[in-house]
């Protein structure tokens, strides 16, 4: 029998009731599906600072990169705040997807059927809706150099190679080329010369591939676009600051950010993680929506492991358990006829996929 080892990385917040859940389903289906899988956990975020000194400890990056995949929760929350920049959770996650070199991250937006009251947008507008954000993850403002701060100023540097956007670049066409064939590369070319360079590369790159339709757009009007009319958009490819922005706005056409899910892939190992935080306002009441995570855990399975049976198993579990009603208290209000905790619907979840 076929086995992986997963590092599993719960972080602060809510993670660790999201990561519990996707374990249970991820259990749930492996056994179905014949393949066995080992779970190490590792620390990050506050809780690694709490107990190390250190937001992103040298084992955890050691066990990452000796695993076959990274399932993570999430990071953060105001106890840390405070703390040093480079001692803050969100340092030490920039840092690991840094060391783990996974330069893009994959955010689908899929508006189901079944949730397409819980928007906030009109339902003729969302219904049909289907996005996969390309999101740079590590250069740009968050990584560029000179950065500081003194009492009285403050500088981050946006920063892009011609080599680090010919890399994402390739990964959107290619991406495209398996959906409906259209990007739509999102700057600021405007304004910024980072973008225009952005734009020159994303142009240069899109000749390999003359199947896919690219067009470009500033990402002040994308934003607009993006509720005005979703359905234009295909694949969208967007540096680190504005795909992070975009796909948490992108959330809000589904129903929830607790629904969405990412995959961090590059050279190495990939991290699959939902796209929202450690919501702190939700911590610990048993509330918080473990669908992005156990999504999440459905894009480990199909890109990491190849285990495409599984993978589908559990996305076809996810809106079987949505189409009968079941809902977490973000969803309630929409179409529910029951409302459940994180580990009830995590369980109706598994049962669902053993049954
Ligand atoms: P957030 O995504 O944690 O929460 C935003 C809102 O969405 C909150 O009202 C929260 O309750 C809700 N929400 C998020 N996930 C949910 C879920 N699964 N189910 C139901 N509701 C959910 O963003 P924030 O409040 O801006 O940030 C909180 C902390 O998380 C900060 O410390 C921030 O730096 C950190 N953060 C971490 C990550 C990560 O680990 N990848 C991502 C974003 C924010
Ligand atoms: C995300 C988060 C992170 C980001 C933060 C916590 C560093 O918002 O994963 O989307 O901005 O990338
Ligand atoms: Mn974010």
Not at 249 to 274: F, Q, T
């Amino acid at each position: 029998m076929k086995n992986y080892k997963i590092t599993l990385i719960k972080g602060d917040g809510i993670g660790p009731e999201i990561i519990d859940e996707a374990v249970k389903v991820l259990d749930a289906v492996s056994s179905c599906c014949g393949f066995n899988l080992t779970y190490d956990e590792a620390l990050m975020g506050g809780i690694a600072y709490d107990i190390t000194g250190d937001p992103l400890p040298q084992e955890t990056i050691t066990k990452s990169l000796n695993s076959d995949a990274v399932l993570f929760g999430a990071i953060g929350g105001e106890k840390w705040d405070a703390l040093p920049r480079e001692k803050r959770p969100e340092s030490g996650l920039l840092r690991f997807r840094k060391e783990l070199g996974v330069y893009a991250n994959l955010r689908p937006a899929v508006v189901y059927d079944e949730l397409i009251n819980a928007s906030s947008l009109k339902p003729e507008i969302i219904k049909g809706v289907d996005i996969m954000v390309v999101r740079e993850l590590i250069g740009g403002i968050y990584f560029g150099e000179p950065k500081g701060r003194t009492a009285d100023k403050g500088w981050n540097t946006m920063v892009y190679t011609r080599e680090e956007i010919v890399r994402i670049a390739h990964q959107a066409f290619r991406i495209a080329q398996k959906r409906e064939k259209r990007v739509c590369s999102i700057d600021k070319a405007n304004v910024l010369d980072v973008s225009q360079l952005w734009r020159d590369v994303v142009t240069e790159v899109s000749a390999e591939y003359p199947d896919v339709e690219l067009t470009h757009m500033y990402v002040d009007n994308a934003a607009m676009q993006l509720v005005l009319n979703p359905k234009q958009f295909d694949v969208m490819l967007t540096g680190n600051i504005f795909g992070d922005i975009l796909s948490d706005e992108a959330s809000m056409l589904c129903g929830s950010i607790g629904l969405l899910p990412s995959a961090s892939v590059g050279e190495k190992i990939g991290v699959y993680e939902p796209i929202h935080g450690s919501a702190p306002d939700i911590a610990g009441q048993g509330i918080a929506n473990p669908i992005a995570t156990i999504a999440s855990a459905s894009m480990m399975l199909r890109y990491a492991l190849g285990e495409i049976e599984a993978a589908d198993k559990i996305d076809y579990a996810i809106k079987k358990v949505l189409s009968e009603g079941y809902r977490t208290g973000d969803l309630a209000q929409f179409d529910a006829k029951e409302v459940c905790s994180t580990s009830e619907i995590g369980s109706i979840i598994a049962n669902y996929i053993q049954r």
